[in-house]
């Protein structure tokens, strides 16, 4: 008896924990109902007369062990408690949580949006990896026409029908595709040109294109659908020309250009000292391309036109690198408020 006595108290001597849950389990152990102590408690009374005084003695004796054991473990494991409790400065200021904002490109399409919404337009979508036809074919690109060169257009490898969207204009194939006139869209989206990035130009951008199909529509209603999207944009006290351009899918076709807000019209760096800053493309949509799309020419007739998100959003808020747009460095992308 008197080992198992011995070995209990070592046990008791070696048991350490930090552990709440395990010293309840502890004390169970020895002072529980069926706990070791108790049962030996109980053995008291079958022990022989003159062994049973120091046997009680030494059971007790184990008792006061226990508790003192148990005593000491809790008021350490506490004691860890608050000090940890105490580390936390409940009085520290919070780790302000930052606001995000739209990145410019998103702000100004929205702008975009608005104005032609307004007018009717509604916003279609198309793929960013296109086909020869969507891109080229049905737009009356030549077949020799510098755009579906290597140089200028990323095809997708192995495939040299596939590419990389140069341009949303394929969107009004898609659009034309599905939906009889009267047709009015605005196309936005992401395009990719195989360019040198520079200050001026960069391999990826945003455009918006717009496609307005119905009959009798003329290109006066183009230019005044287009003055009224650059008043509205840039202020109502804004100009536009148009001069002569070139673009396989309108005829006739035209580049728009905006008064400069920067000078108005006395000269400086944006407009090159010209008084005029160009925005976008533009035209009536060429006969052959309503043709590709079995639309009657004689019975239809429609305009396009097409810009390049970042460079509104430069000529809006006189930003001048266009690799800013794509670096997302947080000084530039803060300075736009989410609308
Ligand atoms: N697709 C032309 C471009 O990428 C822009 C444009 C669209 C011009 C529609 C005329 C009509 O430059």
């Known amino acids: 008896m008197n080992d198992k006595l011995t070995q209990l108290c070592k046990e008791i001597e070696k048991f350490q924990t930090e552990n709440l849950e395990e010293l309840d389990r502890f004390r169970l152990k020895f002072l529980g109902k069926k706990g ?41 494991i506490e004691a860890k408690q608050t000090t940890t409790i105490e580390k936390i400065d409940t009085t520290c200021p919070a780790n302000s949580i930052e606001l995000g904002s739209r990145h410019p490109v998103s702000v100004v399409r929205k702008q975009i949006y608005d104005v032609f919404e307004k007018i009717g337009f509604v916003v279609a979508d198309g793929p960013e990896i296109e086909d020869d036809w969507h891109l080229f074919n049905a737009l009356n690109f030549p077949p020799e026409h510098p755009a579906r060169d290597m140089q200028d257009t990323f095809f997708v490898e192995k495939d040299p029908d596939i590419a990389l969207r140069t341009h949303t204009s394929s969107i009004q194939i898609r659009v034309m595709e599905k939906q009889k006139p009267p047709i009015r869209v605005i196309c936005p989206g992401r395009t990719y040109r195989n360019e040198v990035i520079t200050a001026r130009s960069h391999c990826m951008f945003h455009q918006i294109e717009g496609l307005y199909i119905d009959k009798n529509v003329s290109f006066a209603d183009m230019k005044q659908t287009l003055l009224h999207f650059a008043k509205e944009m840039f202020g109502t006290e804004t100009n536009i020309r148009l001069r002569p351009s070139y673009f396989p899918f309108t005829e006739p076709s035209a580049e728009m250009d905006i008064t400069c807000g920067i000078c108005k019209g006395k000269g400086c760096n944006l407009c090159k000292n010209s008084g005029w800053v160009e925005i976008l493309g533009c035209g009536m949509v060429d006969p052959n391309v309503l043709r590709n799309m079995n639309i009657d020419p004689n019975e239809y007739s429609g305009f396009a036109f097409g810009m390049g998100i970042e460079r509104i959003t430069q000529v809006l808020y006189k930003t001048k690198d266009i690799r800013l747009f794509f670096e997302n460095d947080l000084r530039f992308l803060k300075q736009f408020q989410a609308i």
């Open 36 to 76: 070791e102590l108790t049962t030996l408690f109980d053995d008291i009374r079958s022990i022989p007369a003159e062994e049973r005084k120091t046997f009680g003695q030494n059971v007790n004796h184990l008792k006061n062990l226990v508790q003192e054991k148990i005593q000491q473990l809790k008021n350490a």
